[in-house]
């Protein structure tokens, strides 16, 4: 029988998001092994709300204290691989790597990755606040990939940041900000992006592809596909 190689999720920024990426693997698993088969996961799931506070005092030194923790939990429980389940918190990823012994499977550049398969050289980006902002992500792209990053303006900016945080970390989904968003991927796609990246991992609960013409790229989907590669390689 193929052995499956055991995953680790640091979860819980936000739980809403987390659901997504246990049934996005364990769904693609099966879809490539058939019958019965499933993901072997191990899953710390954080406290957001202490997450969230830090985020906002810009104390990120402390949130990689935690995940750094817990990322080790997931280790000893025997994850061959470990994905933080969240954008945002990529700011942190190479203070994790350094304090593990497996592999951190970057959401960025399985990102990253499909976009340059697809030729896409302009993409538009939708996250957070810090994701949007900083460059712990865009300047992956740009760099590994070669992908030009274009945001929103500093209101619209504001306007996916709070959509975020306010309704769909928990769980609330209105079509008034489903609309607010296509706005803003319109204004990005005159701008000349030729894709959406989005770079929540919550926004995807929000904004499907049915909902726009524009190309979007959900991450959380892309880095659940890059675990199940992971899981199933030889």
């Known amino acids: 029988m193929k052995t499956i190689k055991k995953l680790g999720l ?25 019958g019965l088969h499933s993901a072997p996961l191990v899953i710390s799931s954080v406290d957001f709300a202490q997450i969230e ?80 902002e900083q460059d712990f992500y865009t300047s992956r792209l740009e760099t590994l990939f070669g992908i030009q990053i274009v945001v929103p303006d500093d209101q619209q900016r504001n306007t996916v940041h709070n959509i975020i945080y306010e309704q769909l970390c928990k769980g609330v989904i209105c079509v008034d900000s489903r609309n607010a968003y296509i706005e803003v991927i319109n204004a990005l796609a005159d701008k000349g992006a030729e894709g959406i990246i989005l770079g929540c991992t919550e926004i995807a609960l929000l904004v499907q592809q049915k909902d726009t013409n524009v190309r979007l790229y959900d991450t959380t989907a892309i880095h659940a596909s890059a675990a199940v590669d992971f899981a199933l390689a030889d």
Request: proline share 1%.
């Open 10 to 34: 640091l979860g819980g920024m936000s739980w809403e998001s987390t659901v997504s990426y246990y049934q996005a693997i364990n769904r693609g698993v099966n879809a490539r092994l058939g």
């Open 53 to 132: 506070q830090l985020q906002h005092k810009g104390e990120w030194d402390k949130t990689a204290d935690i995940l750094i923790r817990e990322a080790k939990h997931l280790e000893t429980a025997g994850a061959k691989a470990i994905l933080i389940c969240t954008n945002t918190m990529h700011k942190v990823a190479a203070d994790i790597e350094q304090n593990i012994s497996v592999p951190l499977i970057h959401i960025a550049d399985a990102t990253g990755r499909v976009l340059k398969q697809n030729k896409v050289k302009k993409v538009g980006l939708l996250g957070t606040r810090f994701t949007m």
